[in-house]
């Protein structure tokens, strides 16, 4: 009977796309907030978020734009990051958290400015998905020198 429960509330019910869905919202959420956390998100901010998302999920600009839009309701409606973190940290790989990283310092960095906010931000966001601090140095570094 107890088996019967498991599978009855189980993840594996949830479809996959509502699934895959639920990371690219909570990538995008990640990311809009990164471009607010210095108090100013520029267009330069969301030109860099929409191509990070088009490239990273292989999707066309448009959808990318939808994407960042749904995702902008998402955030402006959570009360914390809690549920996109634990979104991505169920179902993502550490290689795949540490592309997270990365994508977060680009947002971060996309307006040549590095806020005390921003720094701050990525170290949290890293710590709330175990990406180790000197991994999250090391990909900074590399934004850094691109």
């Known amino acids: 009977m107890l088996e ?3 599978t009855l509330f189980s993840a594996a019910d ?3 796309d509502d699934s895959e869905s639920k990371i ?4 995008a959420a990640l ?3 990164m471009a607010r956390a210095d108090f100013d998100q520029t267009d330069d ?3 860099e978020i929409s191509a990070l998302l088009a490239a990273h999920f292989t999707i066309s600009k448009d959808e990318a734009l939808e994407l960042l839009n749904e995702a902008q309701i998402a955030t402006d409606d959570a009360v914390s990051l809690y549920d996109f973190v634990r979104a ?3 179902t993502l790989t550490a290689k795949e958290r540490l592309k997270i990283i990365e994508l977060l310092w680009r ?3 996309a307006d040549n400015s590095l806020d005390k906010y921003e720094d701050h931000l990525v170290k949290k966001i890293a710590d709330l998905l175990y990406v180790p601090a000197s991994d999250v140095l090391r990909i ?3 934004v850094l020198g691109d």
């Open 4 to 6: 019967k429960l498991k």
């Open 14 to 16: 949830v479809p996959e």
């Open 24 to 27: 690219r919202v909570a990538l």
């Open 31 to 33: 990311l809009i907030e």
């Open 45 to 47: 901010e969301n030109a």
């Open 88 to 90: 991505l940290h169920t």
């Open 107 to 109: 947002v971060a960095l």
């Open 140 to 142: 900074k570094h590399s």
